[in-house]
């Protein structure tokens, strides 16, 4: 089947209007066209369909058995438009449907996904569809309605709202340390079995920061990763120093399973926790509601920081 194309549009137009109308006249001044280029799309749908559709004469129409199965046909078709427009419309307006979310891993199970069921509580028409993964998706070319992504935005076609910053910071078990000593200056790390995050563009460098100073060490270790929360637990058993997010380590840092190392460096520049969509415009009263939800939830600090307090 072709598509439906601006042709068969006004075809369909005016037959539908010939048939309420009963005349070229009347249903051209409902189209707003003249009753000449209405008779010729009439011709054309004809020679395309093989069929008579009106039988003309120079007082009235008369549609034929066929013309008049067309017309309701087609009656039934826009109904089927205008439902399937209002059904969309709805969508816009009314907090129901799905609603297709792209969340960190690990941040999305340790922090985000907990939350999650706060919302859907709360608006039980949505139904949420989330995908955990540390990839950035394209949530354009997916069909995502929006994200939560963690560090630098780099798609400029996104519309993002920053949640929070994102530290990385570093951390050890206070056995480790009580074996091994602890770093003064970012230059003793590279005495140090540090743990790599093979995901972190710089490693081996670490890049540490402390407001406009920055200092590089290439660090070195026993255990190199792309899953940082294989290191935390290799840290957790006093393996070597971690570097990770401040959100990853926060309930080790609060339960003294770990502790601070340099506390006043951290891991590059201050990254960022951002909520992305593809447009502002058009969006749907569930994601325009899981925007200001999620906005809500971070106002007074991430969720990490918010157990300390």
Known sequence: MQPFDSRQADEVA????????????????????????LSKRLGALERRLGIRLVERTTRQLRFTDEGERLASRFRQAVDL??????EASLGAAQLRGRLRIALPSAMGRLWLGPLLAEFALAHPQVVLETDYSERFVDIIAEGFDLAIRVGELA?????????????????????YLERHGVPRIPADLAAHNCLGFSGLHSYPEWKLTRQDEQQPVRVRGSMVSNDNEALLCAARQGLGIF????????????????????????????????????????????????????????????????QRD
Not at 21 to 28: E, L, R, V
Not at 81 to 86: K, N, P, Q, W
Not at 158 to 167: F, G, P
């Open 81 to 86: 438009l205008d439902e399937a427009e209002h």
């Open 243 to 306: 570097a990770a997010g401040e959100w990853l380590m926060s309930r080790d840092l609060e339960a003294g399973r770990l502790v601070r190392v340099l506390p006043e460096w951290q891991l590059d520049a201050d990254a960022g926790v951002y909520l992305v969509r593809p447009s502002a415009r058009y969006a749907t009263a569930a994601a325009s509601a899981f925007r200001q939800w999620v906005e809500a939830r971070f106002a007074a600090g991430p969720p990490w920081q918010r």
């Open 14 to 37: 005016t037959l539908l209007a010939l048939a309420e109308h009963g005349s070229f006249a009347a249903a051209g001044r409902a189209l707003q066209r003249h009753p000449s280029v």
């Open 155 to 175: 798609d400029s076609r996104l519309v993002a709202r920053r949640l929070c910053a994102h530290r990385r910071i570093l951390g050890a078990a206070p056995d």
